[in-house]
């Protein structure tokens, strides 16, 4: 046996687990991506209040009874908060959205907008908004 074969199998072996770790990594980022699904609802909240639920599938502009001076954007399938006169506009800033569990928070307002999607509890409300 030549002393020379040892360290070179300990190298393949380690090649070996690294290459099964990376495999189970990226089945893992695949599977957390399949999880990444587009919406069907956001739900608006303020103060940790659930509002109302919208509509992802109608685009429209629309404010909510109870939210002021803040206009909502639905577009094809994303949500956004188009105006606000909340100081930081960090919520304006954030943009569309449209992945399950994004969400938009405005802190000034304790506005938050999370999108769910149609098999999620969605609470009972009187009608869908949008
Ligand atoms: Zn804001």
Redo the contacts with the bound molecule.
Sequence with gaps: MKKSSLPILVRKTDFIIFGVLAAVAVICLVFLKMQNTKGDFAEISIDGKALTIVDLKNDDVLRIDGIENVEFEIKNGKIS?KS?D?A?????KTGFISDVNESIV????K?TVVIKSENDDIGNFDGIVG
Excluded: R, Y
């Excluded at 930081?88 to 304006?92: A, G, L, M, P």
């Excluded at 405005?106 to 307002?109: F, H, R, S, V």
């Design positions: 908060i606000s909340c930081d506009k960090v919520c304006e405005c802190l000034p307002k506005l």
